[in-house]
């Protein structure tokens, strides 16, 4: 199993910026895809930025031009850069991996426990 923890999070004024980690530990798996989920108090959990094994990127139309998502193979982890933050920024982050279990070929999938980013107006 893979196991992820998110760091980072925290107060910032509006138009501030954060940097969130997840780093991905564990034995024998691959990572396919990382995405970076959010949950805003009362909404559900949308997805805000994913990054390939390959390094593509994609992200929610809403943070287009201000975050960036990457990843450090070498250290499994991966990073959002939130730059020029809103209020409706603020919420938990999570941190969501598509694996490959080496030992079995299975994919699997796997959550972090989140980190909350509050901005203030």
């Known amino acids: 199993q893979v196991q992820l923890v998110e760091s980072g ?10 940097r969130l980690s997840c780093a991905a530990s564990g034995s024998h798996f691959s990572i396919n895809t990382m995405n970076w989920y959010r949950q805003a108090p009362g909404m559900q959990r949308e997805l805000v930025a994913t990054i390939t094994s390959g390094g593509t990127t994609n992200y929610a139309d ?21 730059n020029s933050l809103k209020p409706e920024d603020t919420g ?15 994919y699997r999938g796997s959550w972090g426990q989140g ?4 901005v203030r107006s």
């Open 9 to 18: 999070g925290g107060l910032v004024q509006a138009g501030g910026s954060l």
């Open 92 to 106: 938990v982050y999570y941190c969501n991996a598509y694996f490959m279990l080496l030992e079995t070929m299975k």
């Open 115 to 118: 980190t909350q980013v509050t």
């Open 62 to 82: 809403s943070v287009k031009g201000r975050f960036a998502i990457s990843a450090d193979s070498a250290k499994n982890t991966m990073y959002l850069q939130m």
